[in-house]
C-alpha cells in the first residue's frame, strides 16, 4: 500500500554535503502520509532515529546531528528530503527513510520502511 524509494546516498569527504530523498507511492487506500522520519544504522549499532518531520512540518532531530542536518517534506509530492552538511565519518551508516500511513476510515497509523541508501564518509 506504501512504497518507499530512497535516492542520493554515496561517498563524501569529511565537511561535504549530501541530500537524501524518500518519495511515497500510496495506493488508492491510503488516505494520508503522517510523520516521515530518516533512521540509520552503522555496522554492528543499532538503528537510531536522525530526523523527524510531522506532517505540519514539526522537526525533531538526533543531539549528534543537531546543526548539521536538515530534514523536510513536500506533501504534494509525499516526499521527505534530508540535508546533510559538515558530514563527519561517524555519520557513516545506510540511511532509512520511514513513514506513517492512514488509511481510508482507518485510526491507527501504519509503519513503512524504504530499502535504506549507504552514506560513507571518508577521506
Known amino acids: 500500500q506504501v512504497q518507499l524509494a530512497e535516492s542520493g546516498g554515496g561517498l563524501v569527504q569529511p565537511g561535504g554535503s549530501l541530500r537524501l530523498s524518500c518519495a511515497a507511492s500510496?495506493?488508492?487506500?491510503?488516505?494520508?502520509?503522517?510523520?516521515m522520519d530518516w533512521y540509520r544504522q552503522a555496522p554492528g549499532q543499532q538503528r537510531e532515529l536522525v530526523a523527524r518531520?510531522?506532517?505540519?512540518?514539526?522537526?525533531n532531530y538526533a543531539d549528534s546531528v543537531k546543526g548539521r542536518f536538515t530534514i523536510s517534506r513536500d506533501n504534494a509530492k509525499n516526499t521527505v528530503y534530508l540535508q546533510m552538511n559538515s558530514l563527519k565519518p561517524e555519520d557513516t551508516a545506510v540511511y532509512y527513510c520511514?513513514?506513517?500511513?492512514?488509511?481510508?476510515?482507518?485510526?491507527?497509523?501504519?509503519?513503512?520502511w524504504g530499502q535504506g541508501t549507504q552514506v560513507t564518509v571518508s577521506s
Open positions: 520511514h513513514a506513517e500511513s492512514l488509511e481510508i476510515l482507518g485510526v491507527t497509523p501504519r509503519g513503512h
Open positions: 500510496l495506493s488508492e487506500t491510503i488516505f494520508s502520509i503522517n510523520d
Open positions: 518531520i510531522t506532517r505540519g512540518g514539526t522537526t
